[in-house]
């Protein structure tokens, strides 16, 4: 099984220039490891509306690769979203959706999530309609396959709409429970995405995203 800090570790390795949103239990580890403008903390509101809120940016940005560093938790809190991912007439090709499943909502003391032995993440998005799904539980495996999967976007076919272009991508990473505190904007955290407002934050990716047109 993946320790959470470990596989952050192996996605930052792996990462160039694409947007990251992280939230919850994934904000803070990750903070620890990259300063990117394109880092953004969906936290302070909306809580497990980050996979959505990604969603709009691939959209928006169709030609900008869009991570989400989303937990279990935070998905089953807004699990239509990966029917709406799918659902849509042209699915991004930019959008790599990881899950970090750990089985509890972690930040709010490790309660344990709906769910049952048979439950599988992968068997979700399949049944949604993504046709790129993977699922890790060991460091090596996942650090020889990232950069297949983020790369695989990069075909010659890369433009929005275009039917032959890669869809989006779902990724469970089996990872360890931890005791991560609420990542609170104003708890005093040392790390600059989650030491000013949301709105601030969104602003500074919008800027950030507008420089690269």
């Not at 439950?119 to 993504?130: D, Q, R």
Request: proline fraction near 7%; charged fraction near 20%.
């Amino acid at each position: 099984m993946l320790e959470k800090e470990e596989c952050l570790a192996i996605i930052a390795k792996h990462r160039t220039d694409e947007v990251v949103v992280t939230t919850m239990g994934m904000s803070v580890p990750w903070a620890k490891l990259s300063t990117h403008p394109l880092d953004y903390a969906s936290v302070g509101s909306a809580m497990g509306h980050a996979a959505d809120f990604a969603l709009g940016i691939a959209l928006a940005k169709p030609m900008k690769e869009v991570i989400v560093l989303n937990g279990d938790g935070s998905m089953l809190m807004c699990l239509g979203t990966l029917a709406t991912i799918t659902g849509l007439s042209a699915p991004p090709s930019n959008y790599t959706l990881f899950v970090c499943d750990n089985g509890t909502y972690e930040v709010t003391g490790n309660q344990p999530v709906p769910g049952n032995r048979g439950f599988s993440w992968p068997t979700i998005a399949k049944g949604v309609g993504f046709q790129q799904v993977y699922e890790f539980e060991e460091a090596d495996a996942l650090d020889a396959a990232l950069p297949e999967i983020l790369k695989r976007r990069a075909v010659k076919n890369h433009a929005y709409g275009d039917e032959n272009a890669a869809g989006p991508v779902f990724v469970n990473l089996k990872i360890a429970q931890a005791a991560e505190p609420p990542p609170d904007r104003w708890g005093g955290f040392p790390y600059p995405y989650l030491q000013e407002s949301l709105a601030v934050s969104t602003a500074k990716l919008r800027r950030a995203l507008a420089k690269e047109c």
